[in-house]
Every structure is written in C-alpha cells, then in structure tokens.
C-alpha cells in the first residue's frame, strides 16, 4: 500500500472547517468501497434517524469540529440565510453564545409566519 492510504475511520478536515469521515459506503461518483461524509451528520443520523431533505443541521455552539450530535440541531433550510445575518442582521456563528437562543428562536418564529402565510394564500 502506498505510504499515504487512509484507512477506514479516518477524518479529516474540510476547507469549510467541518470534519469528514471514511465511512463503509460505495462512493456513487467512482465506485470506491469507502467515501467520507460529514462526521456530524453521520454522527446525528445515527442516534436520530435520516435527516428530512428540506431539512439542514445547525450547530448550536457555533463551533463546526465539535461533532457532538447534542451540539447539533436539524432545522429548515429556509431559515439558514436568516441565521447568516442576511435577514435579522446578526450572525449565529459570531453572536455571543448568550444571543444564540433568541436569533434561533426570532428565525424559526419568523420561518413559521412566512410558511403559515403561503399555505393560507395557496388555500
């Protein structure tokens, strides 16, 4: 074997700071016997079940190698922008960890108005 194989279990970090893991699944674009995924994702999958495709996780620490599946929470993709800042004009990530409850909670209340409206002008 090379002097560079990754064996089965290896992580790595990404350049989006999220940690990867070799996992026993063919990877789909070359057929290969093992592929990496995101460790948090496969960590929460594990004692949670699969992830809704409309669906993302967000870490409620801000810190993206903490891989912890307490530390991450599954939330609508839609809502993902407005924890960026784009909409309430704090970043999660970047907001005091006292902060972080509330921008959650202003997001998933403003999430809910927005859904409860379309599905009122649809009916």
Known sequence: ???????????RVSKDGYVEISVDQVNPHT???????LKHRWLWEQKN???????????????KTNTDPDNWEAVPRAILPRL?????????????DELKPTIMAIAKLDHARRTAKQRRTEA
């Open 1 to 11: 074997l090379p002097h560079n194989t990754r064996f089965l279990g290896h992580e």
């Open 31 to 37: 057929g290969f016997a093992r592929r990496y995924v």
């Open 49 to 63: 079940g699969p992830l809704p495709a409309d669906m993302a996780l967000k870490c409620r620490d801000g810190d």
């Open 84 to 96: 960026a800042g784009s909409k309430v004009g704090i970043n999660y990530d970047q907001a005091p």
